[in-house]
């Protein structure tokens, strides 16, 4: 899909397509010019076309990373807003790979990509993590390897008569049926959380695979092979993304030391609907 931006004389002439992958974390895009109408000619313009792409490349990216959810409250542009990211932080964290011609010379094209995880790695700014208590009453439960949320279905919306699809976000936070805050950014090891995020989001398939662990092998390597699985049961947030969980499931992590470190080493994945997991844009 492409759209035309305005920003300079040559912005009819520029395109731009991309797709915000939570899967992979990444969002990718392909930047066009169509140097026949921009009225550049090669081979002495491509240089000119070249840097032109450069120059554009703030003003085409910033629309599309500013809607990225932050939290259930906070959108990329909100924080910027606010003074909490810059955005020349998020112009560090566009990769790009050399721009090159169309095969009939009409046009220039590069790819850019900027992963997620690296975006919101600035702002996880605690050095250490908060202390994740037990219940005063454990439960007699088994340790897991990890956590897998199933919340791929529409859901009841937590202090409200509607239901929706519980949405991708950089810091999502898991709450428990009394609204106890089980999980949330200042409570994962902040080295792992600045590396790997805080949760891995998945679809269904994922974890019904027909091999021995019925689960993708990526996956295994995050919550291994005895994950526990729980089905979320409502969404919460001003934007629904973050799952509410039962309170006797959320005893069966909170009630043994390993399966507190879970939370702590972001051992987590969420199973979202798959119409959730990518979006093109615009």
Not at 42 to 59: F, I, K, T, V
Not at 69 to 78: E, K, P
Not at 184 to 208: A, T
Request: glycine letters at 4%; charged letters at 25%; hydrophobic letters at 40%.
């Amino acid at each position: 899909m492409l759209c035309l931006l305005s920003f300079n004389l040559y912005a009819q002439e520029i395109n731009i397509s991309g797709i915000l992958q939570w899967e992979r974390m990444e969002f990718n895009a392909i930047i066009t010019l169509n140097l026949q109408k921009a009225g550049i000619k090669l081979p002495a313009g491509r240089s000119q076309a070249e840097a032109l792409l450069e120059d554009e490349l703030p003003e085409l990216m910033r629309p599309f990373i500013n809607e990225i959810q932050a939290d259930s409250s906070s959108t990329i542009a909100d924080l910027i807003n606010r003074g909490e990211l810059s955005h020349t932080t998020f112009l560090e964290k566009v990769h790009s790979m050399p721009p090159a011609l169309t095969p009939d010379l009409s046009s220039i094209f590069a790819r850019y990509s900027v992963n997620l995880i690296s975006l919101g790695a600035d702002l996880i700014r605690h050095s250490r993590p908060q202390r994740i208590s037990p219940p005063l009453i454990p439960a007699h439960v088994r340790d897991y390897t990890g956590i897998i949320i199933i919340a791929d279905e529409n859901l009841p919306v937590r202090g409200k008569s509607s239901s929706a699809f519980l949405l991708p976000c950089l810091f999502p936070k898991i709450w428990d049926s009394e609204m106890n805050l089980i999980f949330e950014r200042n409570m994962i090891d902040p080295q792992i959380g600045r590396s790997k995020g805080l949760v891995r989001y998945i679809s269904r398939e994922s974890i019904y695979r027909a091999v021995p662990s019925a689960m993708d092998e990526e996956l295994v390597k995050l919550v291994g092979d005895n994950p526990l699985r729980i089905y979320a049961r409502g969404v919460f947030g001003a934007v629904p993304t973050d799952p509410v969980i039962d309170r006797e499931d959320a005893l069966l992590i909170l009630s043994t030391e390993n399966n507190r470190r879970l939370l702590l080493e972001g051992r987590i994945a969420i199973v979202l609907d798959k119409k959730e997991l990518s979006k093109t844009v615009p």
